[in-house]
């Protein structure tokens, strides 16, 4: 992994996000970064933390859900934060500014799947 000093890059040339359920596997998927990128400006109402990089020809946001808040509802707020911010004028007309508008694809890694044993318990 190397650290890059692309400043140049803006939120529209990331096009991978990867939601991340645990803070050690936000640590896994910056370690599989090919370059971490300077952070961008924060934007009003977005309380996400961001990792941005590179793996290969794609750059790629990696976030985080917050510490102890778990599922699939918070994994849901942090990707509606990542493609969508409601500027103070969204109340008044309902127009809304993008924040990393040309993401393509998104991976949330991590989430446990929750189940039912149906077998028969052994005595």
């Known amino acids: 992994m190397n650290a890059s000093r692309k400043g140049s890059l803006t939120y529209g040339d990331y096009t991978v996000g990867w939601i991340c359920a645990l803070p050690c596997e936000m640590a896994a998927a910056k370690a599989m970064l090919d370059d971490i990128h300077r952070d961008l400006p ?4 977005d ?28 994994a849901a ?21 993008s924040v990393f508008f040309f993401l393509e694809s998104f991976s949330i890694v991590g989430q446990i799947i929750y189940g039912i044993d149906t077998r028969t318990p052994r005595h």
Request: hydrophobic share 35%.
């Open 77 to 97: 707020a942090v990707a509606t934060r990542m493609v969508l911010e409601e500027s103070d004028e969204a109340a008044a007309d309902d127009s809304r500014k």
């Open 47 to 74: 309380h996400n933390t961001y990792t941005l990089g590179s793996i290969n020809v794609h750059n790629v946001v990696v976030a985080c859900l917050p510490p102890g808040v778990y599922g699939s509802s918070s």
């Open 42 to 45: 924060k934007r009003p109402n």
